[in-house]
């Protein structure tokens, strides 16, 4: 056989067959048929980004960390571990946000 470029090749097909091809209609009853797109649902970004802080809220509760954290914000300083609970809780409200992305 000889080798024969993808291009080659579609130069040939589309002299070949200079239009489409008739489907007696099957296009348009598939087009028909297929479900409406759904529409984007961008309140739920919102309402995932607090779901993701309350539950990286609930589960920094058994940690002592937690106590450290209410201390330093009640003396009104921000040490480590308010900068550990804080990052913590962006990055759960972050994966919240992203599964309510992937979910649209």
């Known amino acids: 056989m000889n080798e024969i470029s993808e291009q080659d090749l ?3 097909l589309r002299r070949a067959f200079a239009g489409a091809v008739n489907d ?4 348009e009853r ?3 048929t297929l479900p409406i797109r759904r529409r984007h649902r961008f309140g739920l970004l919102p309402v995932a980004a607090l779901a993701g ?9 058994p940690s002592p960390l937690l106590a450290q954290f209410a201390r330093e914000w009640l003396v009104g300083g921000f ?12 990055v759960v409200s972050l994966l919240g946000v992203g599964w309510a992305l992937e979910e649209q």
Do not use: P
């Open 10 to 12: 579609d130069d040939l």
């Open 24 to 27: 007696n209609g099957f296009t």
């Open 30 to 32: 598939v087009m028909r």
């Open 53 to 61: 802080g309350i539950l990286g809220w609930l589960a920094l509760l």
């Open 79 to 90: 040490g480590t571990a308010s900068a550990i609970v804080c990052m913590m809780l962006f």
